[in-house]
């Protein structure tokens, strides 16, 4: 889920991308993508004022629903390779953006794969993951990619998820 403050962004266009990843059952995976414009006097993004953000939900289960590496592996280079909805003719991977939710894919894992993408020309930099992955109170999958921007996490004070494997985090986004 997103939440933002609409006195300092605005949400110029969201959009469904189907087919994220192809399980080994027919169902279909999708991430919602959005692209927020900050107000001039408010920007805190660097480089730009315009911030693409990905909801992300892989869900993973036991036999057909278990979610493989390289379903995670086509997710993560699936959404750096989808177009910019603010310019077409680019790519995420190519833009300042915000991929976040539950990857179901451990620390190392989404390190290793931000890596590949990063050394085959699919991102600008080496994006920053949240909350660290190392943090003692992280559970596994809940993770955002930061590439162009810089944040932080908000404290918690009490909110919890509905699902217990998951904890609810928030992102402040600092000046570059």
């Not at 943090?135 to 162009?148: H, P, R, T």
Request: proline share 6%; hydrophobic share 30%; aromatic share 6%.
């Amino acid at each position: 889920m997103t939440i933002y403050d609409s006195q300092k962004c605005t949400c110029r266009c969201s959009t469904i991308l189907h087919d994220v990843y192809k399980p080994k059952v027919n169902e279909p995976r999708t991430a919602q993508h959005m692209l927020f414009q900050w107000n001039k006097d408010t920007s805190d993004i660097r480089n730009s004022e315009v911030l693409e953000i990905v909801n992300v939900h892989a869900p993973s289960g036991r036999n057909q629903r278990q979610l493989t590496d390289p379903n995670r592996r086509e997710l993560i280079f699936n959404l750096l390779q989808r177009r910019s909805l603010e310019y077409p003719a680019i790519t995420l991977g190519h833009k300042n953006f915000l991929i976040g939710g539950d990857m179901n894919t451990s620390p190392g894992t989404l390190t290793e794969l931000l890596s590949q993408a990063y050394r085959l020309g699919m991102l600008t930099e080496e994006p920053v993951i949240l909350p660290h992955q190392m943090a003692a109170n992280v559970k596994s999958g809940d993770y955002c990619v930061l590439q162009g921007i810089r944040g932080e996490i908000l404290p918690r004070r009490g909110a919890h998820n509905h699902d217990h494997q998951h904890d609810p985090y928030g992102i402040q986004l600092k000046i570059g």
